[in-house]
C-alpha cells in the first residue's frame, strides 16, 4: 500500500512524546526523552494493530477456530515483517525467530547453539565495545573468548580494527567459530562494518553474529549488502523495545543452516509432530521448531506493525532525519568547552548513529544525569550502559589521570562517580528542542557547578539525590489508585445497567 504520510505524520504518532513533569523551579514542562538506546516510546499506530487483535486473541496452537486462524495468520505476518526489513537474498535460506524479551536471550541461544554446532572451534572472538548481551553468553559456552581492539586512541576510539581482526583469525586459524559484533554501539553510536567483517570471517569459515539491538530502528540494515553470499550475515538479533514496540519480544534472524539437524535448544509445547513416553519427535519446520511455548502473540504482531511502517517511510530517509539531529548534538555539545565526548566524533571518518556520550569536566555523570532532569526535564542515561570494558577503555585517560588502573581486574578499584558517562540517544520522535534543552541544561550547569553541586547528595556510589526537591514516582503514577478508580468507573457503569 502506498504511504501518504511523511516521516514528521510518523513521528507525532508515539505515546509519551507529550508528558509533562514539574521541575525543581516549580515550572510545568514537557519531558525532553534523550534515552531512546534503553528503550524507545511506543509507537501508536503499531499499538493500534495489536490492540485490535485482542478482540480476536486466542493462542496460536489452536487451529480450528476463527479467532486461532486470525491470530496465526497474523503472527505469521510478523515473522515476514521481520525478514522482508532484513531482506535476505534467498527467503528459504534464513529464518526469523521471536523469543524472549529482548535480543539478550537470543544472544544466549546462539551462543549455546553455534558453539554446540562446532565444538571443536574454541574460540569467539567478541568486539571490545560490545554490550554485556554480546559478550558474556560468549565467555559462558565458549572454550575462550577473544576481545578484537579497536582503532583511534581513547577518548576518540573509532569501530573494530578490521587489521587486527584479521591478524587474530590468522593467529587462530581453523579454531575461530563466530565473530560476535554489534552493528552500532550503544555507548557511542559507532557503526561497525558488519558486511566487511562477514566477508573476513567467512574466508576464515568463521561465522558472524550480529547484535543490531542499537542500529535495526536507526538505519537500514540488509542481511547482504551486495547480494552475495560472502557478505551475508550468518545471525542477527535486535530487540522489539528498541523498536518502538515495548512489550515485544526479541528477534533473531539466523541462517536456517546453522539450526538444521541440531536438537532446538529450549522444548516445550507447539514444536513437536509426536511424544510419546519415552521419545519425542521434533517438527522439522522452521520457526516454529525454535519457538516452544505460546509466544508473545500481541507482542510480535505490534513489532511487525512498526517494521512495516519504517519500510513504508523508507529506513534511508529515518537515517538521514536522525543524522541531521546527530549533527547538531555533536556540534552543539563539541561547542562548549568542559565537554568531553567519547568515540570519535569525526562523523566522516567514524560513522555513527545517534548516541553521544560524554562527561563534563569536574562534574560526576550521576550528578549531571540528575541536574538534567530535576531542571531541565531532560532525560538521560548515566554509568556504565551494560558495557564495562568498553566504557573503561574509553575513560582509561581519565582514570589514569585519576591514579586508577582500568585494567585491575578488581572492580572495586574504580571508583563508582568517575567510572561512567551521561549518554543522550535519539529516536524517532526527537526534535531539535530536544537537543536544544539538553545543551542548554548542560551550559546552565557548567555556568553554576557550585551551585549545583550544592543543592545535591552524592551516596557514594555514583547515585545523587536533590536535597529539597524530590517528587516520588507514586505521586506520578500509582498502579493501585489508578486500578481503584478503573474498578470504580466499571461498578458505576454497572449500577447504570
Ligand atoms: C547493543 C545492545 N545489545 C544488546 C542489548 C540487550 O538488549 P535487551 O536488554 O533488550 O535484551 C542492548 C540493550 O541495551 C544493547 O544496547
Same mark, same amino acid.
Given at each position: 500500500?502506498?504511504f501518504?504520510?511523511?516521516?514528521n505524520? *510518523?513521528k507525532?504518532d508515539?505515546?509519551g512524546?507529550?508528558?509533562?513533569?514539574?521541575?525543581?523551579?516549580?515550572?510545568?514542562?514537557?519531558?525532553?526523552?534523550?534515552?531512546?538506546?534503553?528503550?524507545?516510546?511506543?509507537?501508536k499506530?503499531?499499538?493500534? /494493530?495489536a490492540d485490535?487483535?485482542?478482540?480476536?486473541?486466542?493462542?496460536?496452537?489452536?487451529?480450528?477456530?476463527f479467532?486461532?486462524? *486470525?491470530?496465526?495468520?497474523a503472527?505469521?505476518?510478523?515473522?515476514?515483517q521481520?525478514?522482508?526489513?532484513?531482506?535476505?537474498?534467498?527467503?528459504?535460506?534464513?529464518?526469523?525467530?521471536l523469543?524472549?524479551?529482548?535480543?539478550?536471550?537470543?544472544?544466549?541461544?546462539l551462543a549455546?547453539?553455534?558453539?554446540?554446532?562446532?565444538?571443536?572451534?574454541d574460540?569467539?572472538?567478541?568486539?571490545?565495545?560490545?554490550?554485556?548481551a554480546?559478550?558474556l553468553?560468549?565467555?559462558?559456552?565458549?572454550?575462550?573468548?577473544?576481545?578484537?581492539p579497536?582503532?583511534g586512541?581513547?577518548?576518540?576510539?573509532?569501530? *573494530?580494527?578490521?587489521t587486527?581482526?584479521?591478524?587474530?583469525?590468522?593467529?587462530?586459524?581453523?579454531?575461530?567459530?563466530?565473530?560476535?559484533?554489534?552493528?552500532a554501539?550503544?555507548?557511542t553510536?559507532?557503526?561497525?562494518?558488519?558486511?566487511?567483517?562477514?566477508?573476513l =570471517?567467512?574466508?576464515?569459515?568463521?561465522w $558472524?553474529?550480529v547484535d =543490531?539491538?542499537?542500529f535495526?530502528?536507526?538505519?537500514?540494515?540488509?542481511?547482504s549488502?551486495?547480494?552475495?553470499?560472502?557478505?551475508?550475515?550468518?545471525?542477527?538479533?535486535f530487540?522489539?523495545?528498541k523498536?518502538?514496540?515495548?512489550?515485544?519480544?526479541?528477534?533473531m534472524?539466523?541462517?536456517?543452516?546453522l539450526?538444521?539437524?541440531?536438537?532446538?535448544?529450549?522444548l516445550?509445547?507447539?514444536?513437536v509432530?509426536?511424544?510419546?513416553?519415552?521419545?519425542?519427535q /521434533?517438527?522439522?519446520?522452521?520457526?516454529?521448531?525454535?519457538?516452544a511455548?505460546?509466544?508473545n502473540?500481541?507482542?510480535a504482531?505490534?513489532?511487525?506493525a512498526?517494521?512495516?511502517?519504517l519500510?513504508?517511510i523508507g529506513?534511508?530517509s529515518i537515517?538521514?532525519?536522525?543524522?541531521?539531529?546527530l549533527r547538531?548534538?555533536?556540534?552543539g555539545?563539541?561547542a /562548549?568547552?568542559g565537554?568531553?565526548?567519547?568515540g570519535?566524533?569525526?562523523l566522516?571518518?567514524t560513522p555513527?548513529?545517534? $548516541?553521544?556520550?560524554?562527561n563534563l569536566?569536574?562534574?560526576?555523570?550521576?550528578?549531571?544525569?540528575?541536574m538534567?532532569?530535576d531542571?531541565?526535564?531532560?532525560a538521560?542515561?548515566?554509568g556504565c550502559?551494560?558495557?564495562? #570494558?568498553?566504557?573503561r577503555?574509553?575513560?582509561?585517560?581519565e582514570?589514569w589521570?585519576?591514579?586508577l588502573d #582500568?585494567?585491575?581486574?578488581?572492580?572495586?578499584?574504580? /571508583?563508582?562517580?568517575?567510572?561512567?558517562?551521561?549518554?543522550?540517544s535519539?529516536?524517532?520522535?526527537?526534535?531539535?528542542?530536544?537537543?536544544d534543552?539538553?545543551?542548554?541544561?548542560?551550559?546552565?550547569l557548567?555556568a553554576?557547578?557550585?551551585y549545583?553541586?550544592a543543592q545535591?547528595?552524592?551516596d557514594? =556510589?555514583?547515585?545523587?539525590?536533590?536535597?529539597?526537591?524530590?517528587?516520588?514516582?507514586?505521586?506520578l503514577?500509582?498502579?493501585e489508585?489508578m486500578?481503584?478508580? =478503573?474498578l470504580?468507573s466499571?461498578?458505576?457503569?454497572?449500577?447504570?445497567?
Amino acid at each position: 500500500m502506498p504511504f501518504d504520510s511523511s516521516l514528521n505524520d *510518523i513521528k507525532k504518532d508515539f505515546l509519551g512524546i507529550a508528558t509533562r513533569y514539574r521541575v525543581a523551579n516549580g515550572r510545568e514542562t514537557c519531558r525532553h526523552y534523550l534515552d531512546s538506546a534503553a528503550s524507545t516510546l511506543e509507537m501508536k499506530c503499531a499499538r493500534q /494493530i495489536a490492540d485490535e487483535l485482542l478482540r480476536h486473541y486466542a493462542n496460536t496452537h489452536s487451529q480450528a477456530h476463527f479467532s486461532a486462524r *486470525i491470530v496465526n495468520g497474523a503472527y505469521d505476518w510478523a515473522h515476514q515483517q521481520v525478514l522482508n526489513f532484513v531482506r535476505p537474498g534467498d527467503l528459504r535460506r534464513h529464518i526469523a525467530c521471536l523469543a524472549g524479551a529482548g535480543s539478550t536471550a537470543l544472544l544466549n541461544r546462539l551462543a549455546r547453539m553455534l558453539t554446540a554446532r562446532r565444538p571443536e572451534r574454541d574460540i569467539v572472538l567478541v568486539s571490545l565495545m560490545e554490550h554485556h548481551a554480546n559478550d558474556l553468553p560468549h565467555r559462558k559456552h565458549a572454550r575462550g573468548v577473544v576481545h578484537i581492539p579497536l582503532t583511534g586512541e581513547a577518548p576518540a576510539l573509532g569501530a *573494530i580494527d578490521l587489521t587486527a581482526l584479521e591478524r587474530l583469525l590468522e593467529q587462530y586459524r581453523d579454531r575461530v567459530n563466530y565473530i560476535a559484533i554489534s552493528a552500532a554501539s550503544n555507548v557511542t553510536g559507532i557503526v561497525n562494518p558488519v558486511h566487511g567483517i562477514a566477508a573476513l =570471517a567467512h574466508a576464515h569459515d568463521a561465522w $558472524v553474529v550480529v547484535d =543490531a539491538s542499537q542500529f535495526i530502528a536507526h538505519a537500514p540494515l540488509a542481511l547482504s549488502d551486495n547480494g552475495t553470499v560472502e557478505r551475508e550475515l550468518d545471525a542477527v538479533a535486535f530487540s522489539g523495545h528498541k523498536l518502538y514496540a515495548p512489550g515485544s519480544p526479541g528477534v533473531m534472524v539466523v541462517r536456517q543452516i546453522l539450526l538444521e539437524g541440531q536438537e532446538p535448544d529450549e522444548l516445550g509445547g507447539g514444536m513437536v509432530d509426536d511424544v510419546s513416553l519415552s521419545n519425542y519427535q /521434533i517438527t522439522g519446520y522452521f520457526p516454529d521448531r525454535e519457538e516452544a511455548g505460546t509466544p508473545n502473540i500481541p507482542g510480535a504482531v505490534q513489532l511487525g506493525a512498526v517494521l512495516n511502517v519504517l519500510q513504508r517511510i523508507g529506513m534511508g530517509s529515518i537515517h538521514a532525519a536522525e543524522q541531521r539531529l546527530l549533527r547538531r548534538l555533536l556540534t552543539g555539545l563539541l561547542a /562548549i568547552p568542559g565537554v568531553r565526548i567519547y568515540g570519535d566524533p569525526d562523523l566522516d571518518r567514524t560513522p555513527r548513529l545517534g $548516541v553521544v556520550s560524554f562527561n563534563l569536566a569536574g562534574l560526576e555523570h550521576g550528578l549531571v544525569a540528575a541536574m538534567l532532569n530535576d531542571y531541565h526535564n531532560v532525560a538521560v542515561r548515566n554509568g556504565c550502559f551494560c558495557a564495562h #570494558p568498553y566504557v573503561r577503555e574509553l575513560l582509561k585517560p581519565e582514570l589514569w589521570e585519576l591514579d586508577l588502573d #582500568p585494567d585491575a581486574d578488581d572492580a572495586d578499584a574504580l /571508583i563508582k562517580p568517575w567510572q561512567g558517562m551521561v549518554r543522550a540517544s535519539l529516536g524517532l520522535y526527537s526534535t531539535d528542542a530536544d537537543i536544544d534543552a539538553l545543551l542548554n541544561g548542560v551550559h546552565d550547569l557548567l555556568a553554576n557547578p557550585a551551585y549545583y553541586r550544592a543543592q545535591y547528595q552524592g551516596d557514594g =556510589a555514583g547515585n545523587f539525590c536533590h536535597r529539597s526537591f524530590t517528587v516520588s514516582a507514586k505521586s506520578l503514577f500509582d498502579p493501585e489508585a489508578m486500578l481503584d478508580q =478503573a474498578l470504580a468507573s466499571l461498578s458505576v457503569s454497572t449500577d447504570v445497567l
